[in-house]
Structures are given as structure tokens and as C-alpha cells.
């Protein structure tokens, strides 16, 4: 299963990115039936959830981004995407996104967003 993310980048703070997952590999059922997740990992931290959205769109937001970040999912495009909106040297990470069907969890390799003062 391929993951591709893309969006990532340079931003000033209170700047915003948008983030792209595209699963193309993925058939719609497969893509429809998973829960979506992106995480981050900023430099020398670990790993965190930071939205998840359901494959009834039900979402979750980390505290740190609810009401900055919205996530959403496309399944005939067989893509989900994080809008960051505000954004804060706080915010620099890689961000990643998962795949997780039938208690599998597939991953993207990462795109970085670096968030300038």
C-alpha cells in the first residue's frame, strides 16, 4: 500500500499549509473503510496523533491544534488532507499519515513543515 504526503514546506508563523495524503494504489473500499490519521514527530520528540478522522468522518483533534487544523478525507480521490491555519514555531514537524484498516496501519514516508518566528 502506498501512502504519498505531500504540502509540506517553509511558512512564517501564523501562516498556513495545506497537507495531502494520496493513497493511489488503494482500492475505494479499502481507502472508505479506513481510519485516517496524521501524526507528527518534531526533532528530537516523539511521534503524536494529531487529527483522525473515521470512515464515518468522525473526527479527532490533539488539544494543541483543535481549532487550528481540520482534517477531511475525499474517498473517490482516494485522498484526505490537514489544513493547518495558524501556525506556530511549535507546529515544525514531519508529518506523517496512516492508514489503518482490519487493524492494519500503513504509513506515508512524511512531508516536513518548518514554521519560521
Known amino acids: 500500500v502506498q501512502l504519498v504526503e505531500s504540502g509540506g514546506g517553509l511558512v512564517q508563523a501564523g501562516g498556513s499549509l495545506r497537507l495531502s495524503c494520496k493513497a493511489p494504489t488503494m482500492i475505494l473500499s479499502f481507502f472508505g473503510g479506513s481510519t485516517w490519521t496524521w501524526y507528527r514527530q518534531g526533532s528530537g520528540k516523539q511521534r503524536e496523533s494529531v487529527a483522525t478522522i473515521d470512515p464515518d468522518s468522525n473526527i479527532h483533534y490533539a488539544d494543541s491544534v483543535r481549532g487550528r487544523f481540520t482534517i477531511s478525507r475525499n474517498n473517490a480521490r482516494r485522498m484526505n488532507y490537514l489544513e493547518m491555519n495558524n501556525l506556530t514555531p511549535e507546529d515544525t514537524a514531519v508529518y506523517y499519515c496512516?492508514?489503518?484498516?482490519?487493524?492494519?496501519?500503513?504509513w506515508g514516508q512524511g512531508t516536513l513543515v518548518t514554521v519560521s518566528s
Open positions: 496512516k492508514a489503518t484498516y482490519e487493524g492494519h496501519d500503513y
